[in-house]
């Protein structure tokens, strides 16, 4: 299994607009954070979690170019703006629909921005075609399986994901955007080779796991490598890094592990 991470901010992107802090004036470039999202091979079938206003960019810098399915965690501004640029992928496939799964509410927002995108095939050569599919609690593919758990994540709820690969059995845990971590989302999550976690900033957040909390809830998951994503311009990444305890770390734009 292979995980790339496209982007590994926030809504408002490091660096910020008209901010003169020292992270968004970092030479470092793992301090360019754009939104979060990322893209995960799964014995060869390419599943991309979320679409980022910067999607087109992080696919050409990564250079993705394939895409089986895609999977929208909610429908946040953040989260769902880059979806018009799954036209080029519905190109690829001969104009047929693109599976888009998510909850009610994040396929409902798709459903209001790309109206035009709603069908089996595109209108035209070059337009999106979304075939919008509720996430089952399981969902069972030749390359293996992704389980779903909701997470809190303010007056709605984010999908959490977790990948089991069927060839290696190897496991993976996708967790952004959520301010608790129930039960069950932990039960589901321990096991994982690689846990990726909301962890916003040190300071709380009424929608989001502060770094303190996203330390604690790594430790009760368990899973042999933790990564914090959707990272804000409060957070140096080297200064960061060397702050969190053994097995935790950032993530950045344009990390690629292979489980």
Excluded: W
């Amino acid at each position: 299994m292979e995980l790339i991470f496209l982007g590994t901010g926030t809504s408002q992107g490091v660096p910020m607009i008209a901010c003169d802090c020292a992270v968004c004036r970092s030479p470092d470039p793992r301090n360019r954070r754009s939104r979060a999202s990322v893209h995960v091979v799964m014995d060869g079938l390419h599943v991309q979690v979320d679409a980022a206003p910067e999607f087109r960019l992080q696919c050409l810098r990564e250079d993705i170019r394939q895409l089986d399915l895609f999977i929208l965690t909610h429908g946040h501004a953040d989260h769902v703006v880059g979806m018009d640029d799954l036209r080029r992928f519905c190109d690829l496939r001969d104009g047929a629909a693109l599976t888009v799964y998510g909850t009610e509410e994040g396929l409902g927002r798709v459903a209001a921005i790309y109206p035009y995108a709603l069908g089996e095939r595109p209108r035209a050569r070059g337009y999106a075609a979304f075939r919008l599919t509720p996430m089952p609690a399981r969902l069972e593919l030749p390359q293996g399986t992704i389980d779903a758990t909701l997470l809190p994540h303010g007056g709605i709820n984010t999908l959490g994901l977790v990948f089991t690969e069927r060839s290696s059995g190897r496991r993976l845990a996708y967790y952004t955007d959520c301010k608790t971590v129930p039960p069950e989302a932990v039960a589901l999550a321990r096991g994982a080779e690689v846990l990726v976690l909301d962890g916003l900033r040190p300071l709380p957040h009424p929608s989001h796991l502060s770094l303190d909390e996203a330390v604690v809830v790594a430790r009760e998951i368990g899973a042999q490598r933790t990564l914090l994503t959707h990272l804000t311009h409060l957070s140096d990444h080297a200064t960061l890094a060397a702050s969190l305890p053994p097995g935790v770390a950032p993530a950045h734009d344009g990390l690629r592990l292979t489980l």
